[in-house]
């Protein structure tokens, strides 16, 4: 039979969905499965998605139905689906909803309920909520401890039953936020004001899902100007709690009195505070205490925001599960998680309330087109020996830090003269060899916070037209002219490495609005099946990589276009 004679997808019994990469319908379908399934392979023919208890939570949590998802299923398959499996999926999604929490009236309890005797029969026979303290004392009903808020509801979800929390939020110390009069320039664009209204209807609790460079900061400042309550925001880094301090300054009538930055260089506590999760996890000694988690409880937050959300630490896991009274937005591009702990961030942040596909932003032009490219780079015979006889871990390492990818690196910088070049990369020693090659200089670690921030500056204004970044550089830094990256090595099969290093391009540009991102891969070598792994996530968000030999010149083998820009662009500083 022909690929266009069938449907494009096979839904098999073990809820995995094989999509034909060859079938018109292609690119429709892939846009439409991340809604409620998660890829989980993407070679040249069949991608492979999963369909699990969480991705169809999330998908109920967004307002779709089991039988939309039937429908679109059994649509897409141009067949039946195989038995059974449309009452799992319906049953999967009733469960998000049957079990409610609520709060007593005034002992201080809350009141877990079912829709059944039979579910509470159920948990009592497994002891999932008895093992939270919370005991029978009805038909339909159970009660225990507002303390063990956030415990009862990670174990339900983890025993399959998601609980919607009800509870309610206390409202924090009130807060006079607005945004600042005279602001022309700036207006909330349709996608930011509709996740930040998706957060309020959901109750003030869950993540929302928007790229890289679409300005997920803008969101949360929409959110505490419309909750006007003191907040704490939760960041990766020091840049980033700069670039936070600078919108609220930039957007709101706050005065810098009413901001404050709490890192390893001040501790400042102010009605809004901006921390990195390093100084809340910080602690003296491994078998310590951590000195700075009790800045949960220092003021009356109203709302705390977990920028990057997908990289919380599991300690503060720990924190946020005692602070469930507290409105909790997450902020993140992806909620990959390399632990396996989205159940987790499901649980104690949220549900997703908002996630807008990449591909769609980009044809709105609020995020650049990006080429993405795999320079596939030869070993030399020397390195290719010492490949053979090593051990795993280091095979990785050697094919990472390929000599021959500096060589290659530098055509590509020449097809590229006039553009704003960032050059990322996991190891110190391969970064510094790139540097004295490239003659550029390098951000790692341990480059001091001023220096970074004069080099970003420099970058910014179009003085350094190369800058070469390790790691530090992955999260909620901001460059927003940055239009082509080059990625040496990376972190084994990270997703959400990818994901992140990809949006360092992504801001809008000038004109053509067109961005390229290549990641140099040392070929016939185990770098390879990590590359693969690490364009998962934005193989599900619509990105295909076009695979390439080590070029003579990169300009032989792409159009490139030199005018990088587009008329809708926010302001850079808000698009973080």
């Known amino acids: 039979m022909n690929v266009i004679d ?71 398959s141009g067949r039946g689906l195989p038995s059974g499996l449309e009452d799992e999926i319906r049953l999967l999604m009733s469960r998000y909803g049957r079990l409610t929490l609520h709060a007593s009236d005034g002992s201080g309890e809350l009141l877990l309920r079912g829709d059944s005797d039979e579910l509470l029969n159920e948990l009592e026979v497994r002891q999932t909520a008895e093992a939270c303290g919370f005991q029978r004392t009805g038909r339909l009903e159970m009660a225990g401890s507002a303390a063990c808020r956030g415990l009862l509801k990670q174990e339900l979800a983890r025993a399959g039953y998601p609980v919607l929390d009800q509870a309610g939020y206390h409202e924090g110390e009130a807060l006079d936020i607005r945004w600042k009069e005279g602001d022309s320039a700036f207006e909330l664009r349709e996608y930011q004001r509709e996740a930040a209204r998706r957060f309020g209807i959901s109750g003030s609790s869950g993540i929302a899902v928007l790229p890289c460079g679409s300005g997920k900061t803008i969101v949360g400042l929409a959110a505490l100007e419309e909750l006007k309550c003191e907040t704490l925001v939760l960041t990766s880094n020091a840049t980033s709690v700069r670039q936070w301090t600078e919108e609220l300054l930039k957007r709101t009538n706050l005065s810098p009195e009413s901001v404050g930055e709490y890192t390893g260089e001040r501790r400042q506590v102010r009605p809004v505070t901006v921390a990195t999760y390093q100084m809340l996890t910080h602690r003296t000694s491994k078998e310590g205490g951590f000195s700075h988690m009790g800045l949960f409880n220092e003021r009356n937050w109203g709302l705390i925001i977990y920028d990057e ?154 003085v350094l037209p190369v800058l070469i970044v390790s790691k530090v550089a992955n999260f909620a830094v901001n460059l927003p002219d940055a239009s082509v990256a080059i990625e040496v090595s990376g972190a084994f099969g990270s997703r959400q490495e990818e994901a992140q290093r990809l949006g360092r391009v992504l801001r809008p540009k000038r004109g053509a609005n067109h961005a390229f991102f290549y990641t140099l891969v040392t070929e016939d070598s185990r770098e390879q099946e990590f590359a693969l792994k690490r364009r998962l996530f934005l193989t599900e968000q619509g990105y295909e990589y076009a695979v390439m030999q080590k070029p003579d010149s990169a300009a032989q083998e792409f159009n490139l276009l030199p005018d990088c820009g587009n008329p809708h662009e926010q302001e850079a500083s808000g698009s973080l």
């Open 6 to 76: 069938k449907g494009p997808c096979v839904v098999r019994r073990d809820r995995t969905v094989l999509l034909d990469c060859r079938h018109p319908e292609f690119d429709a379908v892939r846009d439409r499965l991340p809604v409620f399934a998660e890829l989980v392979k993407s070679p040249p023919l069949y991608h492979t998605y999963r369909i699990t208890p969480l991705t169809l939570w999330n998908a109920a949590a967004l307002g779709a139905a089991p039988g939309e998802i039937i429908d679109s299923l059994e649509q897409w």
């Open 309 to 462: 959300v997908h990289l919380l630490p599991a300690p503060v896991f720990r924190a946020t599960a005692e602070i469930q009274a507290t409105r909790r937005l997450g902020l993140t591009a992806t909620l990959v998680r390399e632990d396996g702990r989205e159940g987790d961030v499901f649980s104690l942040i949220g549900p997703k309330v908002y996630d807008c596909p990449w591909k769609t932003l980009e044809r709105q032009g609020w995020i650049a087109a990006v080429q993405c490219v795999e320079v596939q780079v030869p070993m030399e015979p020397e390195l290719k020996k010492r490949y053979l006889y090593a051990a795993p871990k280091e095979k990785f390492r050697l094919a990472s830090a390929n000599p021959a990818k500096a060589e290659t690196a530098v055509k590509i910088i020449e097809a590229h003269k006039g553009a704003s070049i960032l050059v990322i990369g996991q190891y110190l020693d391969q970064l510094a060899g790139l540097a004295a090659i490239i003659g550029a200089p390098v951000i790692t670690g341990k480059t001091p916070q001023q220096e970074r921030i004069e080099l970003y500056n420099r970058f910014n204004a179009g």
